[in-house]
């Protein structure tokens, strides 16, 4: 046979197309010829980014469920258990105490201010502390402000345990986090006239603030702490008068004149 082959071209030709048909199929088989092997590696590989991804945001979803559970709120005595809780209170933070009620009249919450000189010696930059009080004149959260800080308002727990802090973001927004760095709720809207909302981190509104007669009115929703939202806004408006400094007056040009020709004497 092997003869008739060298012998013959036409059959060497056709055994030699026929042999590397067998020789392409093999390869095609195994998946390196016809580039399927490739393709394959790239399925698996998206896969398994893909299911990475899952199993990321799955874990961070469980932390993060976890971290809000094992928060204890600031003040636990007055987190709302009805439906909701409506407040009434100063439209201004100036008095020295200021008493939140509901629209019965009950006492829910006694604000003791206090305004102090930022730099006085041992002040420690302190602008003012409001402490938040029980009708019983049991502390339950003090706030502390400090005037041009990114954390310049501190919360604190009855202990003067650090709690969180409220954080300017815009002249219109400020975040309430944890002293972990969590988000625990935003107020956003109009500070200079009251008309505030208050988002959950997931954007749900968990309570709302707005001036009626020259007051503020207020909504706080089940399952809130009423005591982090009361507090939350006067501080936001302690914040505000601290650091809303009148621009320095200026010399007239003659006087001006005046002192620049003393100087030169």
């Not at 020789?23 to 092997?37: P, T, V």
């Not at 009423?226 to 936001?236: E, F, K, M, P, V």
Request: contains cysteine; aromatic residues 4%.
């Amino acid at each position: 046979m092997l003869r008739s082959l060298l012998t013959d071209p036409v059959n060497l030709l056709q055994a030699s197309k026929t042999l590397r048909g067998t020789a392409g199929d093999s390869e095609c088989f195994f998946g390196i010829a016809c580039g399927s092997w490739e393709s394959y590696s790239m399925v698996i590989l998206a896969s398994c980014l893909l299911a990475a991804i899952l199993c990321s945001m799955a874990t961070y979803t469980m932390i993060r469920e976890e971290q809000e559970e094992n928060i204890t709120p600031l003040c636990p005595a007055l987190i709302v258990k009805d439906e909701q809780l409506e407040f009434t209170m100063p439209s201004q933070c100036g008095s020295e105490v200021i008493e939140v009620i509901d629209m019965s009249g009950k006492h829910i919450v006694k604000l003791t201010q206090e305004l102090r000189d930022p730099f006085r010696p041992g002040s420690m930059g302190v602008a003012a502390t409001v402490k938040l009080c029980s009708p019983q004149d049991i502390v339950l959260a003090t706030i502390v402000v400090r005037p041009a800080a990114k954390q310049g308002v501190a919360l604190c727990r009855a202990g003067c345990e650090i709690f969180g802090f409220v954080e300017q973001v815009t002249d219109k927004r400020y975040d309430i986090r944890h002293r972990t760095g969590h988000l625990l709720m935003t107020m956003v809207g109009d500070f200079e006239t009251g008309q505030v909302q208050c988002l959950s981190p997931a954007g749900g509104v968990v309570g709302t603030m707005g001036h009626k007669e020259e007051r503020v009115v207020g909504c706080v929703h089940q399952h809130v702490d009423a005591g982090l939202l009361i507090g939350s806004l006067c501080a936001t408006q302690l914040h505000k008068k601290i650091n809303s400094v009148p621009p320095a007056p200026t010399l007239d040009d003659d006087l001006a004149k005046k002192l620049d020709g003393v100087a030169a004497d």
